[in-house]
């Protein structure tokens, strides 16, 4: 029992860090209906950022909002250069920029940190905050959930509260109909990419804060798998559909494949994918996503 | 006469190797009510979407006097135009009242509550559905709420693509006796793009009839109906 529980809370712990680049990937999905494959590594290059800003003396959480600043306004700068010009309904071109995008900035952090996995500071509290016989709940894991929830309570609020929000929306929704509302197309995908990566950031800097983990180029990449499956798993256009997805997968991935002993550990990608296929099957549009509405 | 809303001269407009717009010319004078006929294909969709700015055309656009060709579908929204598209022109995921402030998205000014309360006013079916998303409406609220959508940036000149397509007459009949209203009320310019003559041609100060990409008749509304041509092409009868 006790063994459940604690796998029940590292289930949670992980989860909430894959729904952090989750939602970033939905933010981006709900705009352009497009998956950025450079999410996770845009996100592991910010989080590299955050690290060098401490160790030039930087208090941890000004590092990390300079961090989130900074990969934001790289993101609004690569929207720029490298989306923006391609038509945004066909895909192909802009998934291969992406896949690109993954490459380059994964050689570029290799280049400047080397692949030495390095230890990255504490973000929150460390040691237990709850320990009943052998079920320990650490501080990190509090602290990991809360702020994915905190995270997605802000962008929600920022979409449905403020003008921006609400053109993102509109952008989402009709792109032909934001044209002739006046909304200017390309700034305000740009502004999801911000956001987007001003989360992810969030999250690779949380996940590398986890005391078992360290930093290193190539962390995101088992990540931004469990990521993918999460966001499809909660419906690709929910914020609250990325933290069901990224506890789901989490879940999976230290409980499921403990318990069911013809799973091997090293299957726990693949059990996750498989039930994401089980769940697509089931709901087309994954948990909490919209079905499309179309009316001719 | 007064000086013309919207000026067309020689507008000519292709798709990929295909002319759909072969130099037509026309105008819009302040408080009309014009209606462009046609059939499908002859290019009355185009026309709408190169005055919005939204596809690339030659020849002369003009809005109060300015050339408005080269310019964004954006700016062109902020001096005064407003365009209700074909089929859907609402955002199926915001509620009716998200939809009516995307309308406002230009607008900074401290009226735009009392503007959606002027859209209830004109449709009160879209007061009682104010918190439902727009894509579970029916398709006449529906194209009722593309029109308060665009009413809602306070448009000199509205222009809409067939607003008709798809309705029940009846539904179209209460739909275009409020275009009248508005139209009265709030002194809009309308030019509606239409393929039910009849209807447009009632409520129409002017038509042209588009044919193949060129303007074939023009003409006062009353007239228009009564030409024999177009009551053997558009009339039916």
């Known amino acids: ?296 | 006469m007064t000086s013309p809303i919207l000026h067309v001269e020689d507008l000519k407009a292709t798709y990929g190797p295909v002319q759909v717009l072969h130099g037509i010319d026309f105008t819009v004078f302040p408080k009309e009510i014009v209606v462009v006929l046609g059939a499908n294909g002859a290019g009355k969709t185009t026309t709408l979407r190169s005055i919005s700015g939204m596809i690339q055309t030659s020849g002369r656009i003009e809005l109060n006097g300015e050339e408005t060709r080269n310019l964004t579908p954006s700016e062109i929204v902020r001096r005064g135009v407003a365009h209700v598209p074909q089929g859907r022109g609402t955002f199926p995921e915001l509620t009716v009242e998200e939809n009516l402030k995307v309308g406002a998205f230009i607008r900074t000014d401290k009226d735009i509550k009392i503007d959606i309360d002027t859209c209830y006013e004109n449709y009160p079916v879209l007061y009682e559905r104010k918190t439902q998303m727009a894509g579970s409406l029916s398709g006449g609220e529906q194209q009722m709420l593309a029109v308060s959508r665009a009413l809602m940036s306070r448009p000199q000149l509205l222009l809409m693509d067939e607003p008709s397509l798809g309705l029940a007459p009846q539904i179209v009949e209460d739909l275009f006796t409020r275009f009248v209203a508005i139209n009265r009320e709030q002194e809009t310019t309308m030019l509606i793009v239409e393929q039910n003559a009849q209807l447009a041609l009632d409520i129409a100060n002017r038509g042209y009839v588009l044919e193949s990409g060129r303007i074939s008749v023009e003409g006062k509304a009353e007239e228009l109906i009564n030409d024999d041509a177009i009551r053997r092409a558009y009339l039916g009868a």
């Open chain 1, 1 to 296: 029992m006790d063994l459940f529980l604690q796998r029940v809370v590292d289930a949670i712990t992980n989860g909430s860090t894959y729904a952090l680049i989750a939602v970033a990937m939905v933010l981006i999905f709900k705009a352009t209906t497009l998956i950025n494959f450079a999410q996770g590594e845009q996100a592991m290059l910010g989080a590299f950022a955050v690290l060098q800003l401490w160790n030039w003396g930087i208090p941890m959480w000004g590092a990390v909002i300079i961090g989130m600043l900074f990969s934001g306004i790289l993101a609004a700068g690569l929207e720029r250069a490298f989306i923006r010009k391609f038509d945004p309904a066909d895909h192909l071109p802009l998934v291969i920029i992406t896949l690109g995008l993954f490459l380059v900035i994964n050689a570029v952090a290799a280049i400047i940190w080397r692949f030495d996995p390095q230890s990255f500071p504490q973000l929150f509290p460390s040691g237990n905050a709850f320990t009943y016989n052998n079920v320990r709940l650490s501080w990190y894991s509090i602290f990991a959930f809360g702020s994915c929830v905190l995270v997605l309570f802000v962008l929600q609020t920022l979409l449905t509260r403020t003008k921006i929000g609400l053109a993102f929306r509109a952008v989402s929704s009709n792109l032909e109909s934001s044209r002739l509302s006046g909304i200017k197309i390309g700034p305000t995908l740009q502004f999801g990419w911000a956001l987007a990566a001003a989360a992810g950031t969030l999250g690779a800097s949380i996940y590398a804060a986890n005391p078992v983990l360290q930093i290193e180029p190539s962390m995101m990449l088992r990540a931004l798998i469990f990521s993918v499956t999460a966001a499809a798993l909660g419906g690709l256009d929910s914020l609250w559909g990325a933290l069901i997805g990224g506890l789901t997968i989490g879940f999976v991935q230290s409980v499921v494949v403990q318990y069911i002993p013809f799973i091997p550990n090293e299957m726990s990608l693949s059990a996750a994918v498989v039930v994401l296929l089980i769940v697509l099957t089931l709901r087309p549009s994954g948990v909490l996503g919209t079905r499309a509405v179309e009316r001719v």
